[in-house]
């Protein structure tokens, strides 16, 4: 099964798959409201703006594995995205992206390695991986690397058509 045909569910409940959300690529996010990084919304919302008319959509994966910063009901949590930091882009179901309750997105996820050869778990809220519109995992992000950092930006034009 390809990274873009495992089932997911959308924030709202409806099944869907990364297929089905991104036409192209897409730029796979574990979020949470509560975090000292939760400003990359901002950034990551300006990018989905952007990049759009090119193929790339960001995928918002709310999780509460890491102290408990995303605690909010999907209501919530919808709420907070739409109205502190203007979020259009998708946002699926709260999920595990570590540990034995892993969603199956993240257990793929994780095998990607990031700029220094490094696989395994998610870090922290806000990590970054960007799926090339042909299911492969092009780049992995760590969590400190702001949305519009300039290799990010680099990696995302690599993926998309001209």
């Not at 950034?43 to 995928?59: F, H, I, P, S």
């Not at 890491?66 to 979020?87: D, K, L, N, R």
Request: aromatic fraction near 6%.
């Amino acid at each position: 099964m390809s990274l873009k045909d495992i089932p997911l569910t959308t924030l709202d409940g409806k099944p869907t798959t990364l297929a089905e959300l991104a036409d192209g690529a897409a730029l796979v996010v574990n979020v949470a409201s509560k975090c000292g990084l939760t400003p990359q919304y901002t950034a990551l919302e300006k990018l989905a703006q952007d990049y759009a008319a090119r193929g790339l959509t960001v995928v918002g994966v709310p999780c509460n594995q890491f102290m408990g910063q995303e605690p909010g009901t999907a209501e919530e949590i919808q709420s907070f995205c739409s109205s502190t930091y203007g979020v259009t882009f998708p946002l699926l179901a709260k999920a595990d992206v570590n540990g034995a309750e892993r969603h199956p997105l993240y257990g793929e996820l994780a095998q990607a390695t990031d700029a220094e050869g490094q696989a395994g778990d998610i870090q922290w809220n806000f990590e970054k991986f960007l799926v090339a519109p042909d299911g492969t995992v092009a780049n992995r992000f760590r969590p400190r690397t702001e949305p519009d950092a300039p290799e990010v930006i680099a990696a995302i034009e690599a993926v998309l058509p001209a």
